[in-house]
């Protein structure tokens, strides 16, 4: 019997420390009836005998319901009651012996913890790879972690199916949103739940939403405009625009519009942290756009639960003055953003008065402007996107990133209405990056629209107006 991928997705790994005095074979059934698509028998310390039996019985309940079985290290056993497959770990009898002993038609599954191993293990002919530990696990102390770019670097690069392991419970389950694996092998949060069918069932349904979602998700945490040019109303049209699905957490209120900002409503650090957890236990980002945050409290509270749910691409822009000329932040609240919030940072994209306040240095021309990026780039560990739309020749921006710089050139658009315009610029990044891209594409992009928007000329109000977000609609007309 051949590996089906699909038989990958809810992979049930036994161990015995949760039998609590009744028969494996008990527990594994209540797992299949949940909905687990593959078992492997996990056993660490038992004789040959006592491990044969139990898994002789496994093996009646697995072929009764048509779910594969998979002996953990134990060759022989594999070949002895003919299971399905074995699973081998690097130190385990090696890839190729086992191939010899279990000929072509046993599935033959290696856990590999780097690209390189998955490399190898891909051409000494393994039919699946298990690749973790991606959280941390009480089932392995020894398990070495691996960050979620590289399991799905993995996954891109290898073309045999992949399954994550290490720690994978109800919650974090969600944060393989957008990442390329065909499942994931669960022990604890199977095995160890006091009702095993319940929670495999649960487990299921969310690893199918996770893995068959193909509408990339981004969440923008901002001010309200009131007017709609910037803030929120720009962040969600923006990522409506460049096609993925926008959610929003409101930090602050604003009372406001073209002219100027009459009153701020700020809103509370819990109500901004219950925000954060409906969003992150249900639709999981893939990327995270910050904009308006301006108390103290809510940034700490912002920086926690990013680090909580393990938030990626994380666009931080930030914004401090209006275009209109009004102060967004208080004084308090910058230093807590420097040193909580620019630490999670994939990008930061301060104007040319936020990068003077940062760095502490005057910008009056691109040589300037690049001594400030490097300046903020090694002073936060993070990359700068520092835009030149304040500068008063091109609408030059300049990325930096762990040493290297790159001009993203924009010819300046003759348009005093652009109210919105960093708001507008870092959420279409945030949206690239949700879709897949790397940062310079994702800028690269992001420039793209941001200067289509401009030059669709949207004249409203009586201040310095907002950009027409939609423009790239009218071609469906
Ligand atoms: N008149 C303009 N023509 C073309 N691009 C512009 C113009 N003004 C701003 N931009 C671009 O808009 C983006 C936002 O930049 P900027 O206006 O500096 O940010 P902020 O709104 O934070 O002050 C940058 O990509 C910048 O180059
Ligand atoms: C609620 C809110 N957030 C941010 C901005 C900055 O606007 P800009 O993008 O022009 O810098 C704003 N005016 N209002
Ligand atoms: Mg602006």
């Known amino acids: 019997m051949k590996l089906n991928k699909e038989d990958l997705l809810l992979y049930g790994v036994t161990d015995s420390k949760y039998l609590k005095g009744r028969k494996m074979s008990?527990?594994?059934?209540?797992?299949?009836?949940?909905?687990?698509?593959?078992?492997?028998?996990?056993?660490?310390?038992?004789?040959?005998?006592?491990?044969?039996?139990?898994?002789?019985?496994?093996?009646?309940?697995?072929?009764?319901?048509?779910?594969?079985?998979?002996?953990n290290d134990d060759v022989e056993l594999c070949k002895e009651i003919d299971a399905d497959g074995v699973h081998i770990g690097q130190d385990d009898l090696n890839l190729k012996e086992a191939r010899k002993i279990l000929g072509e038609d046993k599935i033959i599954g290696v856990s590999a913890h780097n690209y390189e191993e998955a490399k190898i293990a891909l051409e000494n002919g393994a039919d699946y790879l298990g690749v973790g530990a991606i959280f941390a696990t009480q089932t392995k102390d020894d398990a070495q972690n691996i960050s979620m770019d590289t399991l799905n670097e993995i996954c891109q690069k290898v073309d045999i199916p992949v399954v994550a392991i290490g720690g994978i419970n109800q919650v974090n389950i969600l944060e393989f949103m957008g990442v390329a694996i065909d499942g994931v092998a669960i022990v604890s949060s199977i095995f160890g739940s006091d009702d095993i069918q319940k929670a495999s069932s649960l487990l299921k349904d969310k690893i199918q939403r996770v893995i068959s979602n193909k509408m990339p998700t981004c969440l923008t945490i901002a001010g309200s405009d009131s007017s709609g040019g910037a803030g929120i109303q720009a962040d969600l049209k923006t990522m409506l625009a460049n096609r993925v699905y926008a959610m929003s957490v409101i930090a602050a209120l604003t009372a406001q519009n073209t002219t100027g900002v009459d009153a701020i409503y700020d809103v509370g650090a819990s109500f901004v942290a219950s925000q954060m957890d409906s969003v992150f236990t249900d639709i999981y980002p893939m990327a995270v756009k910050i904009g308006m945050v301006s108390q103290k409290e809510v940034i700490l509270s912002i920086s926690g639960k990013l680090k909580q749910y393990h938030a990626r691409n994380i666009v931080v822009d930030p914004v401090m003055v209006a275009t209109s000329g009004a102060k967004l932040i208080s004084d308090e609240a910058i230093d807590t953003l420097k040193e909580n919030l620019f630490p999670l940072a994939t990008v930061l994209t301060p104007n040319i008065p936020e990068a003077e306040v940062l760095s502490g240095l005057k910008i009056n021309n691109e040589e300037e402007m690049l001594t400030a990026a490097k300046y903020i780039g090694d002073h936060y560990h993070c990359a700068v996107l520092l835009k030149g739309g304040h500068q008063i020749n091109d609408a030059n921006?300049?990325?930096?990133?762990?040493?290297?710089?790159?001009?993203?050139?924009?010819?300046?658009?003759?348009?005093?209405?652009?109210?919105?315009?960093g708001c507008t610029l870092s959420s279409a990044i945030a949206s690239y990056l949700a879709r897949g891209e790397n940062l310079e594409n994702a800028v690269k992009k992001a420039k793209d629209y941001i200067s289509g928007a401009l030059a669709a000329m949207l004249d409203l109000g009586q201040g310095q107006g907002p950009m027409d977000h939609g423009y790239v609609l009218d071609k469906k007309d």
Request: proline share 1%.
């Open 397 to 421: 921006d300049l990325l930096y990133k762990e040493g290297n710089y790159q001009w993203f050139k924009g010819k300046r658009i003759n348009n005093n209405n652009t109210h919105g315009t």
């Open 26 to 71: 008990e527990l594994v059934e209540e797992a299949i009836l949940g909905g687990v698509t593959m078992i492997q028998l996990r056993e660490k310390e038992m004789t040959h005998e006592a491990f044969k039996q139990e898994a002789l019985d496994v093996q009646s309940v697995c072929q009764k319901h048509h779910v594969p079985l998979i002996i």
